[in-house]
Structure formats: C-alpha cells, structure tokens
C-alpha cells in the first residue's frame, strides 16, 4: 500500500534558530571584551549577517540606573528607555542600529522573574533552585532576543572576569546552550591579557594559560582566544598559548593597542577571526566589505590639529562617566576634519578657586554634561557664565542644560537665587522644577522621564540651522525641567528656547542667538551618536569651536557686553 506524503508544514518564524557566540573574560577587568564584541559583530554584519549583541552583567541591581558612574561607568538609555549598561552604547555605535533594553540581562532582572513566576504557582510542588530555574530563564531571554531580532547571530558578552561568583549561573547557563543548540550553533570567546614586564621585555602567556583553565574547569573549552597586549603577540607566545589551552594556532588571534577603537575590526579581520568563527559555525560569508568603514575610521587618526574641550563635570575622575560624550565629540570632530583633546575639569575646582576659571580662555570649547545631585553644581553654573561672557562656544547637555539656564537667570535676569528645585527645594526662583509626574513617586529605580520622544525644531532658529529639520527624536533621562512660567522673561534677555516635546509642555533646546555658540538640551543627544552618523549638535559645536580664533571670540563677547 503507497505511503500518503503529508505536505511540508510551513516554515514559522518562530523556528529562526540564529548561531551564538559567547565572549568571556579572563585575567582582568577593562580588557575591551565590549570593544571586542562590538568588532566581531561588526565584521560580521559587513559580511551581510543580521547580527545583534547582549550584554550581561553580574549584578544584582535590576539595571545600571541607580549605580554611581564613578562606580560603573556610564548609564547608557536606549530609546525604549531602558537604563542600561554602557557597552549597549559600544554595540549601537558600532552596528549604526538601535538596540533595546531586551539587550542588556542583568542578575536583578533574572531573579525577579523566577521569583515572580515562584509566586504565581508556577513551580508549584517543586524546590526552585540556580539548576534549572535559574539558568533556564537565562537561556530563555538569549534566545528570546534571538527570536525577535531575527538575527543571524548573536553575540553575548559576560562581564566580569572567569572566577567571579556572581557570573557562574551565567556561564552555566552557555555551558548549557552548547549542549542543547549543538556544537555547531555554538562559538566560545575568551579574551586575555598577555601583560609585559619591562624588566623581562617579553609578554607573558602564563596569566592566559591559568585564566582558561579556570573556564575549562567550569565546563567550557573556548574555541577562539584573544589576547590583549601592548603589542602584537610573538608567534613563539602563539604557539605556546595553542600548546596549552589546546586551541588551534590560527584560533589564537593577538589583539594589540590601535590609535582608535574604531581600528580594532579591521585589526581582528587582518588576524583571521573571521576563519575560525564561520568555519565552526557553518556561516556561508558574502566578501567582507570594509572599504566605507576604513574610510569612516581613517577619519580618527588623519587629524593635523586637535581642538582642545574642556568637560566640566563632576565624575572626571573616570572618564567612562562619560564615555559616549566623549565619542560623540570624537564623531564631531571627525566630520570636521579635526582631532579633539579632552581636557577634564573638576567642577568643585571653580567653587573652590574661582580664579581657575581664567583657565577656560585657554580651550576652544566647553561640555556642561549630564549628573545630578549638589556637589559641584556652583562649579558648572559659574562655568557657564564664564563661557557667555567670553564668547567660548558652550554646550550643555540635560543637567548642564539645566544649569546653564539658571547661570542666566541669576546673571541676566537679575535673580540671584534662582536654582533647581533639585539643589535648593526652597528656592524663591525655581528657574528648574520637578516634572509634574514625579511627584509622588517613592522609588527611583526607573522612573525618571526615559528614553525617546519626539521633538519639534522651532523655524527659524538656531536649532533649526542645525538639525535641518522640524521633527527630531532625542533620549531622556531626568526628573527635572524648565519652569516655563519664566520663559518670557528668558527670551526677552537673549535666551531663546527653541524646541519642545510633549505638545510643548517640555522645553528641548535653548539657544542664546547673540552668542558664537552657545547651545543646550535636555535631551541626550551624545546616546545617538555614531562614528558613521554624528549627532547634528556635536558637530555645529565643534565647528563652532574651530570657525573662530580665541581673539575673534573675545572681539564677540566684547561687543556682546557692550550691548547687553
């Protein structure tokens, strides 16, 4: 009797299964495993791959938005406004795509879900234990992700290094997904240090050795090793390293110091990454395409001269406070031909001296950037005056928006304890005010006013000049705004508020026309920046920056106080 043929069923998207690439660390903490990641990922996608990447974190806070950025690093919000870790900007910097807050999986959010499933009954008559419950919500948000990305390949960061407590159910858990996804879905990572003594004048492969056998004795065998040095790795350290970890030579990629982070995926894609990878995956690669990314990253080394900015903050004793400032002025200064030295400036420094404000006529720009709380504020306020009254282009950004507008208010306005209800509750002028929504509210974990929202560009204006557009889209994160009730009084001084959000209820940009440049947001425009996309405001200013001399300034504010 013939056998009936049962039609094929038809292909869900569900079924999508995209390869995985884990990336761990070893040895030490700051190697670049997110610079490291984002390479991969964009050799990949220049490959014709749809790529996505994650980040996990170790930690117990359930995102990165209450942490320290002394402590942590930047905050990093993607435009669904998640407050995310900051290699979520090196990701998106580096695909030229908008990631979600889906991309970052940290320890809090995992544990609150399996504790909120326990309560629901969901593990009812069962012990809820790290195996499995643990690690099989892990797996789930990684292939999640995968799913709904529709990615080809995702590529997962650890942070932290092999050893650390807190990321074993994570590393378990990609010990896990080899098994369950099969060898050839899965690819393992392991990034190195290979440090060198000065006294010995060679680099050591010892602290790789150890560092993969720790991740061996967890259950991994790393496919690839990249080794992080000062220098190019010897082939005699290569080999050694192959010998011991019984990884192929060519799967031992070194990974020296570039001029620009922006190097680092044609420096990998030089080493063979891309070999190794493809062949275990099974990953039919079209011909890399590199040329329009060495053009782009060509542009961060070509520079003849650099224009010196001074960042007035008050986390500048690590500069990841404000890691994507600092690359959207890099992007900045790019497109304008020129290179960008960062000098950082200690806010409290003003309060302390005010003398040292003298130091500013000497930079070509000024950055107010993002913080909160009081420590420092009267710093950042004076800065602001100094940079009116002497015609040195200034940008201020969200919290240095804020400050800047109650710098006029106390210096033009004639209110001299005008502040932020967020400095001073009780001052008599509160130029800045609370946001109405939050009020009320008794947590602060993720519930400032986040992510993207709409903007409108007044025409003409300014902003306008700069944008080229009336509907721009900028990220949030801040419980703080204009007080609009003195906005007449601003704009009759000189201080023109030139965008708005929210039906007009949200002041976005202020602009001071008179002025050579001197332009603020309550936006984050820095989060939008990309070395192949510069953010619009980024670049006027430093072209503000480079236009004119510091005597044709001075000749300019001169002018602007005589007629004030």
């Not at 390869?19 to 990922?41: C, D």
């Not at 680099?203 to 993969?212: E, L």
């Not at 063979?272 to 690669?285: C, D, E």
Request: one cysteine or more; aromatic letters at 8%.
């Amino acid at each position: 009797m013939p056998r009936t043929l049962r039609a094929p069923r038809p292909v869900s998207a569900d079924l999508h299964r995209p390869k995985y690439v884990f990336v761990t660390g070893g040895v030490m903490s700051g190697l670049g495993k997110g610079i490291t990641t984002s390479s991969l990922a964009k050799l990949l996608q220049l490959s014709s791959l749809r790529v996505t990447c994650v980040k996990v974190d170790p930690y117990l806070n359930f995102d990165a938005g209450t942490m320290n950025p002394i402590a942590h690093g930047e905050v990093f919000v993607t435009d669904d406004g998640g407050e995310t870790d900051m290699d979520i900007g090196n990701y998106e910097r580096f695909l030229n795509e908008d990631l979600s807050k889906d991309n970052n999986i940290t320890t809090g959010q995992v544990y609150r879900k399996v504790i909120e499933d326990e309560r629901k009954g969901k593990y009812l008559g069962r012990c809820v234990q790290i195996i499995p419950h643990i690690t099989d919500e892990i797996k789930r948000r990684i292939r999640e992700l995968g799913r709904n990305s529709a990615a080809d390949v995702v590529v997962i960061e650890c942070g932290g290094t092999v050893g650390d407590i807190e990321s074993q159910p994570f590393i378990e858990a990609f010990r896990q997904m080899r098994l369950e996804d099969g060898m050839q879905n899965t690819f393992f990572i392991h990034v190195t240090l290979a440090p060198q003594l000065d006294a010995v004048g060679e680099m050591k492969t010892k602290p790789t050795q150890h560092s993969v056998q720790e991740l061996r004795r967890i259950g991994i065998q790393p496919d690839l090793i990249i080794v992080r040095g000062s220098k190019a790795l010897p082939k005699e350290a290569r080999e050694k390293i192959a010998l011991f970890t019984s990884v192929p030579t060519d799967s031992v990629i070194s990974n020296p110091d570039v001029d620009s982070i922006y190097h680092v995926p044609e420096a990998l894609y030089k080493e063979g990454i891309l070999g190794p990878v493809a062949s275990h995956l099974r990953l039919r690669l079209r011909k890399t395409d590199l040329a329009s990314w060495k053009r782009v990253a060509s542009r961060f080394s070509d520079a003849s001269e650099a224009m010196t900015i001074a960042m007035v903050g008050k986390y500048v004793t690590l500069m990841d406070s404000y890691v994507s400032v600092n690359h959207a002025l890099h992007h900045a200064a790019a497109a304008n031909g020129v290179g960008v030295d960062i000098r950082w400036v200690e806010s409290e420094d003003f309060e302390k001296d005010p003398s040292r404000l003298m130091g500013l006529d000497s930079v070509d720009g000024i950055v107010l950037p993002q913080g909160y709380g009081q420590r420092g504020t009267e710093g950042k306020i004076a800065a602001a005056n100094y940079a009116r009254l002497n015609g040195i282009p200034l940008l201020g950004l969200c919290f240095g928006f804020q400050l800047s507008i109650v710098s006029f208010a106390r210096n033009v306005l004639g209110l001299p304890d005008a502040n932020s209800t967020e400095i001073n509750p009780d001052t008599a002028n509160p130029v800045i005010d609370l946001l109405p929504e939050q009020r009320g509210l008794d947590e602060l974990g993720g519930t400032m006013r986040l992510g993207g929202h709409d903007i409108t560009v007044d025409r003409p204006s300014e902003a306008y000049d700069v944008y080229g557009t009336r509907t721009i889209r900028g990220r949030h994160r801040h419980r703080f705004e204009l007080n609009q009730s003195y906005m007449e009084r601003f704009e009759k001084a000189g201080m023109r508020f030139s965008a708005f959000s929210d039906g007009g209820r949200r002041a976005e940009i202020l602009e001071i026309p008179a002025h050579p440049f001197y332009m603020g947001t309550q936006f984050h425009p820095e989060y939008v920046s990309r070395p192949e996309a510069p953010e619009p405001i980024f670049v006027a200013f430093m072209r503000a920056a480079t236009k004119d001399s510091r005597r044709e300034r001075r000749l300019k504010a001169q002018v602007q106080r005589a007629t004030a």
